[in-house]
């Protein structure tokens, strides 16, 4: 249930790789203490659907990639012109390769993999100038 979750957080690292760590302040560890669970209608980035979800009834998530996304964009990314070099709609954009504890988030769920304590997110861009 998602009222046992209310008010706690989850610590996480997320790293950038390829060059991502010019996006954000060009750190490339962040150590990140996150909600453990969110409403889907309060993402900035949520489309009608989510809100429309949330309204029907469907409550809290637990915190999941799609909050991490949308949380590293509004939160974290330097240049707030341009976060399409990070984010397309919900996800990352195409070119970037996620890693969630080492694994490929293709494996893991991708957006609704649900974030745990000591998790270790990595953003690898594979796109180079030239």
């Keep these: 249930m998602a009222t046992d979750i209310v008010g706690q957080t989850v610590n996480i690292t ?13 750190k490339k560890r962040h ?3 996150l909600p453990s669970s969110y409403l889907p209608s309060t993402l900035p980035s949520s489309s009608s659907n989510a809100d429309s979800s949330a309204i029907k009834g469907e409550g809290e998530k ?22 399409e070099l990070f984010a397309q709609g ?4 195409p070119g970037i390769l996620v890693l969630i504890n080492s694994t490929d ?3 893991e769920g991708e957006l609704e993999y649900e974030v745990k304590d000591g998790d270790e997110v ?9």
């Design 14 to 26: 997320v790293e950038f790789g390829g060059g991502m760590d010019a996006l954000f302040s060009n």
């Design 62 to 83: 637990r915190t999941d990639i799609r909050y991490l996304i949308s949380y590293l964009l509004h939160h974290h990314l330097s240049d707030k012109n341009r976060p």
């Design 90 to 93: 919900e996800s990352v954009r």
């Design 105 to 107: 988030w293709e494996l």
């Design 31 to 33: 150590q990140l203490s």
């Design 122 to 130: 990595v953003f690898i861009s594979t796109l180079h100038g030239g």
